[in-house]
């Protein structure tokens, strides 16, 4: 398998030199570095990684505004940051990111989150994993949009309580007894449905929206462990 191809965009040359050895070691392959949004943009465009490496902030903005164009483009990106609030967690996968580590994240956590986001899944450092099932769980008196609204079956709610759990395609078909392309199927018609195009504007639209509101207690899981495997 080739190598995951990733940019590293954090104003900290400390941070980026850790996680340039970080990724090294786990078999990544950083192609560009850059402390600016003009920047990183132009080694997208050049480059053509499979997975940005971002800091909220960087020198010369805001990544935010950035995020929906990145993903369009088939690029995944990977929050770094210290804030684990729950509208910027939420604001983030809305946004477009497919995943949110914290500074302090281990080395071996994030060759494996970006092992993850490079395959579609979602990544979560356990602490902001947390905050968003809690605030998945306050929501859930919510009387706003309902699953009924959105048309769901049964059977596609279940596939997104999975999702917001962090599972993986595969791990998602062995909690519900079916085939990995039966999950394949069952998402694409949960993103047409909600208008997304990604795992992770799934789950943030699910919770920051409370669509899972109406959903028994025994749906909602323990989160799982970076990389969602």
Known sequence: ???????????????????????????????????????????VDTERPDVVIANCVLRDGDLDPHLAGLASSGVRVLVLARDASPERLTGLLVGGAFGYLLHDSAPDSIVEAVEAVARGDIALHPIAAS??????????GDTGRSNERLELTPREVEVLSAMVDGLSNKAIARRL???????????????????????????????????????EPAAAGTPAPVGGN
């Open 177 to 215: 007894g079916v085939a990995v392309k039966t999950i394949e199927n069952h998402k694409t018609r949960v993103f047409d449905k909600l208008g997304v195009r990604t795992q992770a504007h799934a789950v943030g639209l699910a919770i920051s929206q409370g669509l899972l509101a109406t959903l």
């Open 131 to 140: 905050v968003i099932v809690d605030q998945w769980r306050r929501l859930r």
């Open 1 to 43: 398998m080739a190598a995951v191809r990733v940019i590293l965009a954090e104003p900290s040359a400390l941070i980026r030199s850790l996680l340039r050895v970080a990724l090294s070691s786990g078999g990544a392959a950083v192609v560009g570095e850059t402390t600016s949004v003009i920047e990183m943009l132009e080694l």
